[in-house]
């Protein structure tokens, strides 16, 4: 037991205050970063929705796991998690860690519910010569992923528990490092992160707090919100249906009043094919696109039979699935 007892017990105190603000993790404001609806259906959706972990998401759990003890014997030989019966009692045992200058804590929560704020990082790491509560040291904030390229939701997850360390230690080192499947190192300052930070999480608790429900893009949410999410945009016959269109895209349309795949079928090619990063062509392909999906068939983007020119070798095409169409299209 850290010898001020009596101050680190009214440093957990004052951490445990609950707020007004919504719960928030950090693994709901990196989803924030890639997939808001995501983070409303942790919230609102039916549980019954949620998709159980497959094979794939087993194997990805297990060699991230792997990864993550391998990193940790290179950088802090025989450091584990320490087990704790309630995430409360893992909080005070991290900040007993934290007081008595231990070189690295791994597994334990972090909490400031004052703000709301709850996370458990990867690795937090000593750092001589910078002054905080726990005295003339202090903790940084280094994440392990298994994925070799790093995307915005890393940064943010990672951004978020340094920032939320903060609190807690009453300083903010400088960065934070991420260490990717390759075992490179790569450190990113909070203050290029910050902004990003700010959106994530004022984005996460506009969707906690129901004032905020993100529309549901198909193809655009992880598990296990998946095949939940595609249901919800096909209802809504969203533009994430049409073939190639992505998130600029779909924009694009949405600023020029169309919204559904009923907007893009009774669209004018001119005007549609007027739009930024568009095109004539593109235009064509994506009302026809849509009116097949309204229909549930196939339709023509050239009038008549597609011509074919006389060639010395024939090759069979067999469309799997599409019913034969007329001469009319």
Request: aromatic fraction near 6%; charge should be neutral.
């Amino acid at each position: 037991m850290w010898k001020g007892g009596a101050d680190l017990t009214g440093l957990l105190r004052a951490c445990l205050v609950e707020g007004a603000s919504p719960r928030v993790t950090a693994s709901l404001v990196a989803l924030h970063a890639t997939a808001p609806y995501a983070v409303w259906c942790e919230a609102f959706a039916p549980p019954e929705a949620r998709e159980p972990a497959g094979r794939y998401q087993v194997l990805l759990a297990e060699r991230g796991k792997a990864h993550e003890t391998r990193i940790l014997a290179a950088r802090h030989p025989g450091l584990a998690p320490p087990p704790f019966p309630t995430e409360e009692a893992g909080f005070r045992l991290a900040l007993e860690q934290m007081a008595a200058g231990a070189p690295a804590l791994t597994g334990l929560p972090l909490l400031f519910l004052p703000e709301g704020l709850a996370g458990r990082p990867d690795l937090l790491e000593r750092v001589e010569g910078i002054a905080s509560r726990f005295g003339r040291h202090a903790y940084r904030v280094v994440e392990i992923k298994s994925a070799r390229h790093l995307d915005s939701a890393d940064l943010v997850q990672a951004a978020f528990y340094s920032a939320l360390l903060a609190k807690i230690q009453g300083i903010e080192p400088p960065s934070v490092t991420l260490i990717n499947r390759d075992g490179q190192a790569f450190e990113h300052p909070m203050e290029a992160l910050r902004p990003h930070l700010q959106e994530a999480l004022e984005g996460t608790r506009a969707i906690l707090a129901g004032q905020v429900v993100p529309e549901p893009i198909h193809g655009g949410c992880p598990w296990p919100w998946t095949a939940f999410a595609n249901r919800q945009a096909e209802a809504r016959r969203d533009l994430s249906l049409l073939p190639g269109v992505g998130r600029a895209t779909r924009e694009t349309l949405r600023a020029a009043g169309l919204r559904t795949l009923g907007d893009v079928a009774a669209a004018e090619v001119t005007a549609l094919g007027g739009l930024p990063r568009m095109g004539i062509g593109k235009a064509r392909a994506l009302r026809a696109a849509a009116a097949a999906l309204l229909a549930g068939r196939p339709v023509r983007i050239i009038p008549g039979r597609v011509p074919l020119p006389a060639a010395p070798v024939e090759i069979f095409v067999d469309l799997e699935g599409a019913e034969a169409a007329d001469d009319s299209g």
